[in-house]
Every structure is written in C-alpha cells, then in structure tokens.
C-alpha cells in the first residue's frame, strides 16, 4: 500500500514557475513507476510525466515537453515536478501517481497506475 501527498499547487501568473511535490509514504518507494497526471475542469485527465524506478528514464506528454522536469529522490521517498513557463492552459488538478507495472516502458495510461494522490489544483492566470 501506498499513501501519495502532493504539494506545491497554487496561483501563479503566465510564465511562472512551480515545483510539485509529492511525499510517499512506505519503504518500497524505490520500485514504483511514478508519474503525473492533470485534469482540468470538464476536461479528461491526461499523462504529463513519468519516471523509470532508478534509472531515470523520463516519459513527457507533448504539451508539456521542454517545459516541465520530472524528478525523484528514492532515499527521501519523494517526487518532484518543476514546471516552467507556466500557461494558462496548465491550470488544472495535478495528481501524483504510481505503478508497479512490469516491463521496462514508464507507463503513460491512467489504468497503469495503481495509486493515486488526492491532488493539488495549479492555476496560471494570463
């Protein structure tokens, strides 16, 4: 079992930065795929990241490519988001997940994903 709490959500203006966070909790931290996922209102929710166990690998929606950096500290059990260049469109729920998918891809569907946090809302106003 895994318990995710996310922080760091909040108003920022276009252009802005934020950084996410998300505390896990657990000893086995380190064999989950984590990852994030968004929603905006009447929206569906959709993948912005993921990130590989140990290694590193990164997986990035296309909206988010060159903007956002996914990141993870396995010996603090926590995973972090830095977003740049905020838009208006990245307004939206963040929700830190994780997966204990096999295989070697950083999986990118919600169904993927066993664990969920219960969100933290980022809003950019432009």
């Known amino acids: 079992q895994v318990q995710l709490v996310e922080s760091g959500g909040g108003l920022v203006q276009a252009g802005d930065s934020l950084r996410l966070s998300c505390a896990s909790s657990?000893?086995?931290?380190?064999?989950?795929?984590m990852g994030w996922f968004r929603q905006a209102p009447g929206k569906e929710r959709t993948f912005v990241s993921g990130i590989s166990r140990v290694d590193g690998r990164t997986r990035y929606g296309d909206s988010v490519k060159g903007r956002f950096t996914i990141s993870r500290d396995n010996a603090n059990n926590t995973l972090y988001l830095q977003m740049n260049s905020l838009r208006p469109e990245d307004t939206a729920v963040y929700y830190c997940v994780a997966s204990q998918v096999f295989g070697t891809a950083v999986p990118n569907r919600d169904y993927e994903y066993r664990y969920w946090g219960q969100g933290t809302q980022v809003t950019v106003s432009s």
């Open positions: 657990g000893r086995t931290f380190s064999t989950y795929y």
